[in-house]
């Protein structure tokens, strides 16, 4: 069964602390694996698509990496405006994405 | 930029009303998707499209039907709301299957 694991739930950053977020996966035939973010009562605005292993992207503070396992979402020099859930999400051999449950981040000045 | 809208951003209905969630996007994609998102369980796959008058089920199809006439037009209909239906309600659209999906800002339904 494709699964889709993130951790952890919550994260606490001051300004300017980098840290990573985790996305562990398991999907028969990987096609894609996405990153959103979600502000609270709007819809995920998308981020990053990786399709292969060793692929990174990277969108100013932001970089999300893949392994044959895994995704990080590395933050750098986090901003309070950068406080947000982060989703991340697969798409296997059904064409279904399958989501995780998020990651909720918050950044104190 | 890809833009999707939803018609309502908040709406409230009574038990076993009929309602429509209308969803348009203007990027001519030929993927549109339906979600609902619950605290603790995420997001759902409720119906999705890949073409006009085509749809299939998703995960959690029960208690909801759609619609797609025209290419950028896909509509979520709740045939008897109930309250359990009350939730997030989320429309998304990619070009290819295989690509991101793009969301809409959501609905936010109560049922009462």
Same mark, same amino acid.
């Given at each position: 069964?494709?699964?889709? $694991?993130?951790?952890?739930?919550? !994260? ?9 977020? +985790? ?10 694996? /996405? =990153? ?9 605005e998308f981020l990053f698509t990786l399709y292969s292993a060793g692929e990174e992207k990277e969108k100013e503070r932001l970089k999300a $990496? !893949? $392994? ?16 947000? $859930? ?5 798409? @296997?051999?059904?064409? *279904? #994405? ?12 | ?18 309602? /429509? ?9 030929? +993927?549109?998707? =339906? ?6 369980? @995420?997001?759902? #796959?409720?119906? /999705?499209?890949?073409?006009? *008058? ?16 025209? *290419? ?11 309250? +359990? ?13 295989? +690509? ?13």
């Amino acid at each position: 069964e494709d699964q889709v $694991t993130q951790s952890p739930e919550a !994260l606490r950053l001051q300004e300017g602390e980098s840290s990573s977020l +985790n996305c562990s996966y398991t999907v028969s035939g990987l096609r894609g694996l /996405f =990153w959103y973010r979600q502000d609270p009562g709007k819809g995920p605005e998308f981020l990053f698509t990786l399709y292969s292993a060793g692929e990174e992207k990277e969108k100013e503070r932001l970089k999300a $990496t !893949l $392994t044959k396992k895994e995704s990080f979402l590395h933050i750098t020099a986090p901003k309070p405006e950068d406080s947000a $859930t982060y989703l991340c999400a697969v798409l @296997g051999g059904s064409y *279904k #994405l399958i989501f995780g449950s998020g990651t909720r981040l918050l950044v104190r000045p | 930029d890809v833009k999707v809208t939803q018609s309502s951003r908040y709406l409230v209905k009574r038990t076993g009303e009929k309602v /429509f969630l209308e969803c348009v996007q203007d990027m001519d994609h030929e +993927n549109m998707f =339906w979600y609902r998102q619950d605290p603790g369980l @995420g997001l759902r #796959l409720i119906y /999705f499209s890949y073409d006009v *008058k085509m749809k299939e089920k998703g995960d959690i199809p029960e208690g909801y039907s759609v619609s797609r006439e025209k *290419k950028e037009r896909f509509s979520l209909i709740l045939e008897s709301a109930s309250t +359990n239906q009350t939730s997030m309600y989320l429309c998304a659209s990619s070009l290819r299957p295989y +690509n991101e999906q793009f969301f809409g800002p959501g609905t936010r339904l109560t049922v009462l």
